[in-house]
């Protein structure tokens, strides 16, 4: 939209806050708000704001940054009285000499997907995030606010009702929700929404992570996107369908003659992805907690390798169905929803393109085998390697992946590792309540 066409959508929607948004390099969303009257000033000249307390932003001496607004992304928050109702853009951070900023990360991969265009690509992504809605109890034991299970209806259940609301917040701001539906856990849900480039789904997955939470506190509920809230159940993920197309609409990753329907493109961009999973892993699974949702026996991935038809492998592609070339993706199964997704898809991204570039053949597929039941040297006969068993793990990995490293670039490499081992370090010297029950009587 143009300017003229915001001031008066803006209006006519009866705003009165704009909320400017960008994120840090742990995926947390920062803000810059103003008066609706404000709106007209930075449309024209863009919002300065003190970068120098943002993680991954400038030094203390360099602190003065610059946002420039995106239009495309404009939306009303639902959530918003009437009488304090408020908008929000995302924006591109750019420095005081008016150049890109090398530490953003939705600015770094929107760089790279202009890159692919070049080449005439668009990535394309359709997460499907997973959360748990609890109740609030006073404490940090959480508690599942249903006792629903997988696909589970009810006609009069009130997470049914709030899962109906989130829905048609996240439609009403731009989303095209496909499905909600309760997941396998207590209190767990999924809503996806239509995939798009990876630029707007970042941005989607954004928008529905602090829109769930916004609208589960108005039920006196907490929403929680945390990969492993709760020992022995299953955690929560955010498996990434993922397709190149052409500028014209193809599906590139279709092949007609091929057994599984993939072309030459798409299995060397799985073998790229796979190449690189050990590294990737930081990015797309960043947390402490991301390496107790990555075990054996709850459905998430740990042994790297690719199927078409076994959830246990790190890359499944879908069935396909004919006439429905349009379609054909692989699923990337172990990011989860605690990543900031513009460097998930920037790593995803990069692993990928050297796959394509360098025309890395993927192994054999692992169909009908369950790679849970293999012995460690039936797995190492067959070339499969393990994911990382931690984040200190995952860090190490990617310290030694050039090609994430370039496509990350110093400014953000730097300040997500740093934000990571200080995580890192921080979980380390903690003496957890199972090390207390375990060892305070017997040591």
């Known amino acids: 939209m143009d300017k003229k066409e915001i001031l008066e959508r803006v209006k006519k929607d009866n705003v009165k806050f704009i909320s400017f948004q960008f994120s840090d390099v742990t995926g947390m969303v920062k803000s810059v708000d103003a008066p609706v009257e404000q709106l007209e000033g930075a449309l024209d000249g863009g ?6 307390s943002i993680e991954g932003f400038a030094r203390i001496q360099e602190s003065d940054m610059h946002l420039y607004v995106d239009t495309d992304t404009y939306a009303v928050l639902p959530w918003t009285p009437a009488e304090m109702k408020r908008a929000r853009f995302f924006c591109d951070v750019f420095t005081p000499e008016d150049e890109p900023f090398a530490g953003d990360p939705r600015g770094n991969l929107k760089r790279i997907m202009a890159d692919l265009k070049k080449r005439g690509m668009i990535f394309n992504c359709g997460p499907e995030p997973e959360f748990f809605l609890f109740r609030r109890n006073g404490g940090i034991t959480p508690v599942p606010h249903d006792v629903g299970g997988y696909f589970d209806f009810s006609s009069d259940d009130e997470a049914v009702q709030v899962r109906t609301e989130l829905m048609a917040a996240l439609n009403s701001m731009g989303l095209e929700i496909e499905v909600g539906h309760h997941e396998v856990a207590l209190g767990q849900h999924e809503i996806d929404f239509r995939f798009a480039d990876a630029l707007r789904t970042a941005d989607n997955v954004l928008t529905l992570k602090y829109t769930v939470k916004a609208i589960a506190a108005q039920h006196d509920l907490v929403a929680s996107f945390m990969p492993k ?3 022995g159940i299953n955690g929560s993920g955010m498996h990434n369908h993922q397709s190149i197309f052409d500028t014209k609409g193809n599906n590139l990753f279709f092949d007609a003659n ?3 329907h993939l072309s030459e493109l798409a299995y060397s961009f799985i073998g790229g992805e796979l190449q690189h999973a050990r590294a990737l892993a930081a990015l ?11 075990v ?22 879908p069935r396909y169905n004919k006439g429905q070339d349009k379609s054909m993706r692989a699923e990337l199964r172990f990011p989860d929803p605690s990543c900031n997704p513009y460097i998930a898809f920037t790593g995803m991204i990069a692993a990928a393109l050297d796959g ?4 890395i053949k993927p192994p054999k597929p ?6 849970y039941h293999l012995s460690e040297d039936e797995r190492k006969a067959k070339d499969i390697k393990e994911l990382p068993s931690s984040l200190l793990e995952a860090l ?4 030694k992946d050039t090609v994430l490293k370039k496509a990350l670039g110093e400014e953000i490499y730097s300040a997500f590792v740093r934000a990571k081992m200080e995580e890192w370090e921080d979980f380390r010297i903690h003496v957890t309540d199972w090390e207390v029950a375990k060892y305070l009587e017997s040591a």
């Open 284 to 294: 797309v699974a960043p947390s402490v907690n991301s390496y107790k949702r990555l």
């Open 296 to 317: 054996p026996g709850y459905e998430a991935p740990v042994y790297v390798g690719w199927a078409q038809r076994n959830r246990s492998a790190l890359i499944r592609i």
């Open 47 to 52: 919002i300065w704001f003190d970068g120098s």
């Open 229 to 231: 809230p709760i020992y």
């Open 258 to 260: 091929d057994e599984f």
């Open 366 to 371: 692992l169909n009908n085998i369950n790679i």
């Open 356 to 359: 394509i570039d360098n025309k």
């Open 396 to 399: 190490q990995e990617l310290d």
